[in-house]
């Protein structure tokens, strides 16, 4: 039998924010942001120097491994990232061979954690990606409507068919108002695309 204590902790529980849907995930809300010269920087690379660019916007394509603390301890990155411009939601991994219940995991964790900063006051952007067809069915849940929204094209270039029919899927579900596209975008991707570069974004990677 678990503690009482331990029962009613909310970073337990994860139930303090508006869910939807069949999963439950929190809500991610549209929040207006300027999206004029929009330039990111890894929450990896991010150094003492950075959180003076309030230009800036931190994205999270990266190993999972470098912000598990965002999830696990979500009170020690509040202050730094409420410094810059606005935050992408965490890019948790959505790989086809994992299995669903590890890939529903990973869509809760970052729609917990985007409803967590905008709580906090930070101007969030959801993260969204998909894997095989049954990922349709979590992957865009838990997305207000016309969101500003962005994606990563690492790894995706070898299967462009797959891609644009998840890509497709996000654009009829969630109507973005703008898609901030992480690499370059496939020509026949449509939407208001905003294409930031890799290297621009990482520290020591040009």
Known sequence: MKSKIFRNDPLFLRNEYVS??????????????N????ELISYSDISSADTKNLYKGVHFFIDDWRFETLYN???????????FRFVLTPDYSLYAEMPLWRQIESVG????????WQ???LDVIPTISWARTPSFDFCFSSIEK?????IGMIGCKSNHRAFMQGYNEMLNR??????ICFGTPFPDMEGNIITVDYLSSRRGVH
């Open 20 to 33: 939807e849907g069949r999963w439950d995930f929190p809500v991610v809300k549209k929040q207006d942001i």
């Open 146 to 150: 016309n969101c500003i929204v962005a």
């Open 109 to 116: 964790k970052a729609r917990w954690v985007g409803a967590n």
């Open 73 to 83: 301890k979500p009170d020690r990155s509040i202050e730094t990232l409420s410094k």
């Open 174 to 179: 969630i109507e973005p108002e703008a898609v």
């Open 35 to 38: 999206l004029e010269n929009v």
């Open 119 to 121: 709580k906090h006051g």
